[in-house]
């Protein structure tokens, strides 16, 4: 699957989220499409999660659906409202779709 037509997909189905301080970056990876989310809190305090898409040619689904259920999945992680702080390691939620 070219992984560049599930960002062009993501890119079409994500509706931007207009608070400030948020960042939603996609990228694509060797072998995944990455959407990375930050939010920088009224505090000062970075919090945020990722998305990561890792498609294989067995799970029968295309580029357009792939970058669909990533956008939903960021929406719908949006949605919460709060974020996630990172770990004791510095990493972010990550969520696999």
Do not use: W
Request: net charge negative; hydrophobic share 35%; glycine share 8%.
């Amino acid at each position: 699957m070219n992984l560049s037509d599930v960002q062009t997909a993501f890119q079409s189905a994500y509706h931007p989220d207009s608070r400030d301080g948020l960042t939603v970056t996609p990228q694509v990876n060797a072998g995944d499409f990455t959407v990375q989310v930050r939010h920088l809190d009224a505090d000062g305090e970075l919090r945020g999660f990722d998305v990561v898409a890792q498609p294989t040619p067995s799970e029968g689904r295309s580029a357009p659906e792939v970058g669909q259920n990533v956008a939903e999945v960021v929406a719908r992680e949006l949605a919460y409202g709060q974020l996630s702080a990172a770990d004791e390691e510095g990493q972010f939620k990550r969520i696999v779709v």
